[in-house]
T-cell receptor
Framework: GNSVTQMEGPVTLSEEAFLTINCTYT??????LFWYVQYPGEGLQLLLK?????DKGSNKGFEATYRKETTSFHLEKGSVQVSDSAVYFC?????????????FGAGTRLFVKA | KAGVTQTPRYLIKTRGQQVTLSCSPI?????VSWYQQTPGQGLQFLFE???????NKGNFPGRFSGRQFSNSRSEMNVSTLELGDSALYLC?????????????FGSGTQLSVL
């Protein structure tokens, strides 16, 4: 079945450092890919998405490019802030005769120090 | 528009009891999905409901069940609780009318089984 693998955390960075969180996927067909973020005590919220190969999703300074050849969707940000501290989930969606489902990676916790 | 509302926010139960969790989706959203979130397993898909029908189900035992009402509100039930059922249960709704894959999450119900 389809699956998502993302780098284990926690990741600890100083403010203004460069961020990369790796994500690879296994899927039949061409699923849409997502990054969701979870702040403490809250549910997940969509950060960005890409629906086809070579698409780049971007939001709040974060970006990720759908790479079909490497089955990857790595999250990057050029300069992190303390407020970016959260758990980040890579995900893919499948919607076929079996119904709709979003499959999530295990999540990567990011700590940003001032 | 009001967001996804989950009640109660916290629950403490003992082994063998049963529990019912509630989720009110965003107005107009007809799809509701449930996830179990634990530190070790990440987010695990439980099931998805659309127009009062379960369309997709994850790999959970039959003790986990759900239903959806005509107003799209959904409930999830866990019978004969086990210690391992302690988790954050997240509900997410989706606007299927636009073929949209974006999930809107509630803040979750934190279930502790003693």
């Amino acid at each position: 079945g389809n699956s998502v693998t993302q780098m284990e955390g926690p990741v600890t960075l100083s403010e203004e450092a460069f961020l990369t969180i790796n994500c690879t996927y296994t899927a039949t067909g061409y699923p849409s890919l997502f990054w969701y973020v979870q702040y403490p005590g809250e549910g997940l919220q969509l950060l960005l998405k890409a629906t086809k190969a070579d698409d780049k999703g971007s939001n709040k300074g974060f970006e990720a490019t759908y790479r079909k050849e490497t089955t990857s969707f790595h999250l990057e940000k050029g300069s992190v802030q303390v407020s970016d501290s959260a758990v980040y989930f890579c995900a893919l969606s499948e919607d076929g005769t079996g119904g709709f489902k979003t499959i999530f990676g295990a999540g990567t916790r990011l700590f940003v120090k001032a | 528009k009001a967001g996804v509302t989950q009640t109660p926010r916290y629950l403490i139960k003992t082994r063998g009891q049963q529990v019912t969790l509630s989720c009110s989706p965003i107005s107009g959203h007809r799809s509701v999905s449930w996830y179990q979130q634990t530190p070790g397993q990440g987010l695990q898909f439980l099931f998805e409901y659309f127009s009062e029908t379960q369309r997709n189900k994850g790999n959970f035992p039959g003790r986990f069940s759900g239903r959806q009402f005509s107003n799209s509100r959904s409930e999830m039930n866990v019978s004969t609780l086990e210690l391992g059922d302690s988790a954050l249960y997240l509900c997410a709704s989706r606007d299927t009318g636009k073929g949209n894959e974006k999930l809107f999450f509630g803040s979750g119900t934190q279930l502790s089984v003693l």
